[in-house]
Every structure is written in structure tokens, then in C-alpha cells.
């Protein structure tokens, strides 16, 4: 029969990849968000444009059997959002809400399987200090303290959802994402992550111009191309192990090395200004013991790939915007 599954977040980055995944995979597929994809990236057979904080809206998506549901919708964005301090009362409840109604009503109507999209935001600030040496193996994460509300938010969720686990009829699987980038995904407008911003601006640039970098450019981190995201969450739903995994690379580099790659990429050499802003921890990468101990599997791309493929897609963006002020004045 044919598998049927819920992706919550549908109209957003991953979510939006992962109801395609799911459909080619032969699933009929409803996708719910409070907007359309902007990119038009999601075939789903059926999408409820909602608010999933509303339990109501939550109950109206169990009209039919459900096998699997995807919670991926979350109050997130970039550094620029979640370490400004400026969005903690939102982030928190509106995330923490989503997670309420959605695990809780998922239960109700019977679904078997949960996957819930954490964040390695939640691993304890004091064990990423050291850029070179961050520590995120998963069983680290307490005593927690994570460095965000954001980070907290994850970490209460995670234990919701292993809580209906324990008391009643839900299988849960949770991972752990470590900074996950692809086309498609938010590169403009404040909410973008590292690696789009920094293609944004290299893409932008005027040859032997210049691109701003928040901070001195060596604080770490590892970025996962999507593909290699929805191998992993497609592959731990599949598996018996529950988690919480780091779904993450391994390949950690300094932001500074990010904004290398995507000038070797763009073909264009610049300058690095370094400016003051929000930067998060000093140091953070995948630890991959777990995921290759439990489902025998690991991410592999080398970073420059996955970074050519969105470099490519940033500056068509760019471009489009570019014709669309032209047609418009
Ligand atoms: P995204 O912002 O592109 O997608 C999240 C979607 O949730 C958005 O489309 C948003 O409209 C939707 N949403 C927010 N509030 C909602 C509400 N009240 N009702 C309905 N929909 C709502 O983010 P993404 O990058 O696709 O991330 C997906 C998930 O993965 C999130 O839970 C995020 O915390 C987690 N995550 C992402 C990364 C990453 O690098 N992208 C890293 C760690 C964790």
C-alpha cells in the first residue's frame, strides 16, 4: 500500500526538499506551512497553508491515515536571527508550540513513526570554546548549556518527543542538523545561513571588491549540502534506532576557508573585511561515531561541491532580481 506522510514545514528550506524525496520515493505526500515554497520547491499532493501553533490546524491534517509525519517547522534563522536576542520569545514559543500540538496530536490519530529535525545548537557551549577542538559527540550534551534560547527550545523538544515515546504508541527518530545549505534555500533578507550569505556576497561582489565577514573569520563550523540531509533522515527513519544523531560533515573549516571555497568557486579573488556581529560558538563539527555505528552510513561529499551547486543557483538569483529592477523602473 502506499506509504502516506505529513512534512511540517513544507513551505521552508528542508521541508521543501524532503516532501520531493518522499514523493519520489512513491509516498503520497501532505506538505503544511504557514507559506508556499518560494521557489515553487515542493510537489506535494496535498498542502494546507496553516499555522501548526493552532491545534486545530494540527487535528485537520489526521483526515486520513498517516504513516509518517516530519516535523520540520520551526521559528529559525541564521546567526542574524537566533543570536541577536532580539527573537528569544518567539523562537521559543513559537517552536515549542509546533512541537506540543504536533507530537501530541500524532499520537492521538494513531501515526507510527515521528521524525523531528533538531539542531546541533542544543550541545553545551562550553565544549565548543576551542575552534580547533569542538566536542559534539551526541552524549555530550548534558549538563546541557546550550548558547541560544533556540539551542534550549531543541533540547526541551527532543525530551518531548522521547517522553510520547516512552509513555505511549510513537516510535520517535530525532537528528541532531549541523548547518545544512543547498539551492533553495533562504540567501537574502536577514534569516540566510553562512554558506548562502557568504555566495550571496562573493556572487555580488565587483572583481577586486571585497565581502564583509562577521567576526575575525576563524571561528568553525562543518555545512552539509541537502542531498546528503535527506540521506540521512530517510535513512534513520527507515532504521530502529531512534537517535537523538548528528546528521552533519565532518570536513570542518573556518569561516574565513568557507569564503575561499566560494571565491574559487565564483572565480573571483577578494578581500575579507572583517566586521563586528553575531557569530555564536567559537568552534562546532559533526561528530559522526554514532550515525556510523548505528546506520552504517555517513555524509561524504566534499564541501567545494555542494558549495559550487549553490554558488551556481545564488548568483541566477541574483541575476533574476537584477531583470525583475530593470523591468519594474
Ligand atoms: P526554514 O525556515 O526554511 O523552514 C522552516 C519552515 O517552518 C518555514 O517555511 C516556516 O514558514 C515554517 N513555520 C514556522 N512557523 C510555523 C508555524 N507556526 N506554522 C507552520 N509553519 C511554520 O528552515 P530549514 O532550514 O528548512 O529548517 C528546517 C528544520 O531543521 C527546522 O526545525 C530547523 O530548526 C532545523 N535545523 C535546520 C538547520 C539548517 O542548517 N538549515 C540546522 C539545524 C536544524
Request: charged share 25%; glycine share 10%.
Amino acid at each position: 500500500m502506499q506509504k502516506t506522510a505529513i512534512v511540517c514545514g513544507a513551505g521552508g528550506f528542508i521541508g521543501g526538499h524532503l516532501v520531493n524525496r518522499l514523493k519520489s520515493e512513491g509516498y503520497w505526500v501532505r506538505g503544511v506551512d504557514l507559506k508556499y515554497n518560494e521557489y515553487g520547491n515542493n510537489h506535494a499532493d496535498d498542502f494546507v497553508q496553516g499555522d501548526l501553533r493552532d491545534p486545530r490546524v494540527c487535528e485537520s491534517l489526521f483526515d486520513r491515515h498517516i504513516d509518517e509525519v516530519y516535523q520540520l517547522a520551526a521559528d529559525m534563522g541564521g546567526a542574524g536571527y537566533i543570536f541577536t536576542g532580539e527573537h528569544d520569545a518567539d523562537v521559543m514559543h513559537n517552536s515549542a508550540t509546533i512541537n506540543l500540538n504536533m507530537v501530541h496530536l500524532a499520537t492521538r490519530f494513531g501515526v507510527k513513526k515521528i521524525f523531528y529535525s533538531s539542531s546541533a545548537c542544543m550541545y553545551p557551549e562550553y565544549n565548543q570554546m576551542d575552534p580547533d577542538n569542538p566536542k559534539c559527540a551526541e552524549d555530550s550534551a548534558y549538563p546541557a548549556a546550550p548558547d541560544s534560547e533556540y539551542g534550549w527550545e531543541k533540547l526541551f523538544s527532543e525530551r518531548l518527543y522521547l517522553a510520547y515515546q516512552r509513555n505511549y504508541n510513537i516510535q520517535v527518530r530525532i537528528a541532531r542538523f549541523h548547518n545544512i545549505f543547498g539551492p533553495a534555500g533562504t540567501w537574502t533578507g536577514g534569516k540566510e545561513k553562512a554558506p548562502a550569505a557568504v555566495c550571496r556576497k562573493v556572487a555580488a561582489a565587483p572583481a577586486g571588491g571585497s565581502i564583509e565577514i562577521w567576526g575575525d573569520g576563524k571561528q568553525t563550523r562543518s555545512f552539509l549540502y541537502i542531498d546528503e540531509c535527506l540521506d540521512g533522515i530517510r535513512k534513520l527513519v527507515d532504521s530502529d534506532f531512534c537517535g537523538p544523531v548528528n546528521i552533519g560533515s565532518d570536513e570542518m573549516v573556518t569561516i574565513n576557508q568557507l569564503a575561499e571555497i566560494a571565491m574559487k568557486v565564483g572565480k573571483k579573488q577578494l578581500g575579507i573585511n572583517h566586521i563586528p556581529g553575531p557569530q555564536g560558538v567559537r568552534g562546532r563539527n559533526s561528530d559522526n561515531e554514532l550515525i556510523k555505528s548505528k546506520l552504517g552510513w555517513a555524509p561524504s561529499w566534499p564541501l567545494e561541491k555542494g558549495i559550487a551547486l549553490t554558488y551556481a543557483w545564488i548568483a541566477e538569483q541574483i541575476k533574476l532580481q537584477e531583470r525583475e529592477a530593470e523591468v519594474a523602473q
